[in-house]
Nanobody, 123 residues
Framework: QVQLVESGGGLVQAGGSLRLSCAAS????????MGWFRQAPGKEREFVAA????????VLADSVKGRFTFSRDFAKNTVHLQMNSLKPEDTAVYYC????????????????WGQGTQVTVSS
């Protein structure tokens, strides 16, 4: 198993930036594809970004392309989501996720979840 702990959320004005972090502990970090999801009030959870276990592939939702960057630090067992040019519609609870099985689709199938971190973007 792997345990995930997010940090870095907060309140920011539109156009600002935040950097989310997710620290993983437990089994080998490199055994997992990693993802970020978000859920806004009254809405379903949606995919934001993912990175393959090797770090060789990154997938971003269309709504965040050009604004968000996903990075992975294998030495520290941590992933980061750098969020720039934030918009009020980015307001949500952001969740880090991990999965151990292989799939060419990175938008679903995650086994492990963090507790979430709140991101609020004011207009």
């Amino acid at each position: 198993q792997v345990q995930l702990v997010e940090s870095g959320g907060g309140l920011v004005q539109a156009g600002g930036s935040l950097r989310l972090s997710c620290a993983a502990s437990g089994r080998s970090f490199s055994s997992y594809d990693m993802g970020w999801f978000r859920q806004a009030p009254g809405k379903e959870r949606e995919f934001v970004a993912a990175m393959s276990r090797s770090g060789g592939r990154v997938v971003l939702a269309d709504s965040v392309k050009g604004r968000f960057t996903f990075s992975r630090d294998f030495a520290k067992n941590t992933v980061h989501l750098q969020m720039n040019s934030l918009k009020p519609e980015d307001t949500a609870v952001y969740y880090c996720a991990a999965r151990s099985y292989y799939s060419s689709t990175y938008t679903s199938g995650y086994d492990y979840w963090g507790q979430g971190t709140q991101v609020t973007v004011s207009s």
